[in-house]
């Protein structure tokens, strides 16, 4: 019996590591052949190696996406070397923490180029692939999972930049949404609470932050990069008549942004 994503390929950004990694994994367990994105190289072809030992099809892809030309090429070498592109997976994410007051603007450009920039590119470059998907099958339907954060949600103190990078995702989603879907081109946000990742660690130069940061994982049972991918894999594995517009994960004792 074929699974579910078999024929279909998938790109995956920030795939060097944690819900990256693990979405690739999933998404290849599943049948798609996997076009691994990130700027580790050598963690890239770990991974595909990884996966085609398990089974699967993968191709890593060395680029960095808040360079638009980057951004391009590796979506066109998706198709140069898969001939399609049935899902696309924003998931690279930078998140630098601390007040507004006295902060470093070129951390506030470093992330906005990675959450928001980024996802743009690749999502302007791979929209033609995808409707062509839509329309011919194996399953005739495509998907965009943008991946947000609770801090899409709630505003916290100390996110100020942050947020603003993830309250933008969750409204181009839904406008992409809005623009698409009806072409069977499925666009959905998904929304992790606090997940064990690299993520807290872009902080570890900021000693009060790092601290906070430390402290709600010693008092919060977090996601693994797993749960994450589960819920990427049940987005775009739906029937074609359905579309998963929004999906929250988060901790079961995470109660708010700050634990």
Not at 144 to 149: A, F, L, P
Not at 175 to 186: A, F, P, W
Not at 239 to 258: C, F, K, S, Y
């Amino acid at each position: 019996m074929a699974s579910k994503l078999t024929g279909t390929v998938a790109l995956v950004t920030g795939a060097s590591s944690g819900i990256g990694a693990a979405t690739a994994r999933q998404l290849a367990e599943q049948g798609a052949s996997v076009v691994l994105v990130a700027r580790r190289k050598d963690r890239l072809a770990d991974l595909a190696a990884e996966i085609e030992q398990a089974g699967g099809t993968a191709l890593a892809v060395a680029a960095d996406i808040t360079d638009r030309t980057q951004a391009e090429a590796a979506v066109q070498q998706a198709i140069e070397h898969f001939g399609r592109l049935d899902t696309l997976v924003n998931n690279a994410g930078l998140m630098l923490l601390g007040p507004v007051a006295g902060a470093d603007p070129d951390e506030w450009e470093r992330m906005i180029a990675v959450n928001v920039q980024g996802l743009l590119y690749t999502t302007r470059a791979a929209l033609p692939h995808l409707f062509k998907a839509a329309e011919e099958g194996p399953r005739r339907v495509a998907d965009i999972v943008n991946i947000s954060s609770i801090a899409g949600r709630v505003a916290g103190n100390n996110y100020g930049v942050y947020n603003l990078t993830k309250f933008g995702v969750n409204g181009f989603t839904e406008s992409l949404r809005q623009e698409v879907t009806q072409r069977h081109v499925r666009v959905g946000v998904l929304e992790p609470g606090g997940v064990d990742t690299e993520l807290g660690s872009h902080n570890d130069h900021k000693p009060g932050v790092r601290e906070a940061i430390a402290a709600f994982y010693k008092q919060t049972e977090v996601l693994a990069p797993e749960d994450i991918a589960d819920g990427v894999a049940y987005m775009v594995t739906r029937p074609r008549h359905a579309a998963v517009g929004e999906l929250w994960i988060m901790p079961t004792d995470q109660a708010t942004m700050n634990g």
